[in-house]
Every structure is written in C-alpha cells, then in structure tokens.
C-alpha cells in the first residue's frame, strides 16, 4: 500500500503490526547461500545436536531481513531507510518458528543535514508465535518535511 505522509504528520507512539511469516530450512539454505555463511550452527543439523540449542538456528541477519521485509506493507514515496540503529538478537529462532512484526514510532527530529527532512525512528521487535522478542532494532527513516511547514 502506498501512503504518502509527510514528516509533521508522524504520530510518537503509533503502533503497527505485521502479519506472520513462518521460517523455513529453505530460507535458512537459501539464506546461507546468499550470505557465505555457512557456519554449522545454521546447517549442520547433527553437529547442533550437540550444543545449547540442539537444533539448527536462523542466522541473525535473516531474521533480521525478515522483520524488515515485514514491515514493508506501507510505502511511502516521501520517505527513505536512512539505517538501522541498536540491533540486537534477544532469542534464537527455530525452522517452524513463525515470526511477525511490531513497529512503534519511537522519535522524531530535524534531519541536520537535511533542513527539508526530518528523522523518523521506529524501534522494530520481531516476534515470535510465543511472543517472544526474538529481535528488536531501531529502523532510521528520513522523512520529506511539508512545503508549508505545517501539515496538509
């Protein structure tokens, strides 16, 4: 869906949620593929019987490219990713883990080098079917302000 708001029109405090996405092997496989990361403790499924999870774990960066990915539902044309700030893996996710997203407008401030912008930031917790924090960061995105500095 695209919605276009401005920087003025961000409410702190609002709150949207994503809809789930199960993990599979294959986004794991695929996932490692992509990555070059191929440590055992994403594709080894014997050697992992061995240590503290005793099963396979989701790499931490498709975790979080999923959270992200499902937050995507909403485009907005007058803004941008600007960066991720604060990301940190709380939980291990499983293969058969469903994951969905949280997003809370957590801030707003005038972009310095950017008077026309302003900086949105969102704090992003993925959850898990348990709800379970399994991630949470902080998602930077930079807002095109309105011409007439108010609102529309």
């Keep these: 869906m695209i919605q276009s708001t401005y920087f003025e029109e961000y409410a702190v405090g609002s709150v949207r949620e994503s809809l789930g996405r199960t993990i599979t092997e294959t986004d794991i496989v695929l996932h490692a593929g992509q990555s070059g990361d191929f440590y055992p403790?994403?594709?080894d499924a014997e050697w992992c019987k061995g240590q503290e999870?005793?099963?396979r774990i989701a790499h931490g960066t498709l975790v979080l490219t999923v959270a992200v990915g499902l937050t995507a539902a909403q485009i907005n044309p007058?803004?941008?990713t600007y960066g991720y700030d604060?990301?940190?893996f709380i939980r291990p996710v499983f293969i058969g883990d469903t994951l969905r997203a949280r997003v809370t407008l957590k801030e707003k401030r005038d972009a310095v080098k950017r008077p026309e912008h302003g900086v949105v930031v969102e704090l992003v917790e993925a959850l898990n079917q348990r709800e379970e924090t399994v991630l949470v960061c902080e998602?930077?995105?930079m807002v095109k302000k309105h011409p007439a500095g108010g609102g529309q």
Excluded: D
Aim: positive net charge; charged residues 20%; proline residues 0%.
């Design 41 to 43: 403790h994403h594709v």
């Design 53 to 55: 999870f005793k099963q």
């Design 78 to 80: 007058k803004a941008f």
């Design 86 to 88: 604060h990301i940190r």
């Design 139 to 141: 998602h930077l995105l």
